[in-house]
């Protein structure tokens, strides 16, 4: 999958999900797999949308794990690795900075 959305299909599946291969030599790229609209979040993710444009919930899982820089900013590459575990993730549209606020709030 091409960081604009564009993807070359390797193996044709027999249902909706998509599974793309990672680079273990990269941070940031792991193999994964989506529903269409844990794509759809994935790929505004990738374009640096401010907010996701899926209008339902969307599936996400990295088996292998994965690799970032930050918790926060995606787009942060400069601080060190942080590994994760393999897991799901469950997509909505949202918007970080307001979410985040509020449940600093919610919870301050």
Known sequence: ??????????????????????????IGAPPMCMN????????DAM???P????AAPGMIYM???????????PGDKTRPAIPIGPH?????PFNAATNGKFATKALG
Request: net charge positive; with cysteine; glycine share 12%.
């Open 1 to 26: 999958m091409g960081a604009d959305g564009t993807i070359t299909v390797l193996v044709k599946g027999t249902n909706e999900w998509v599974c793309k291969p990672g680079n273990e030599n990269k």
């Open 36 to 43: 269409p609209m844990g794509m759809r979040w994935m790929i």
């Open 47 to 49: 374009q640096g949308k």
């Open 51 to 54: 907010k996701p444009t899926n």
């Open 63 to 73: 088996l292998c794990g994965a690799t970032q820089t930050s918790n926060t900013n």
């Open 88 to 92: 799901w993730m469950i997509t909505w």
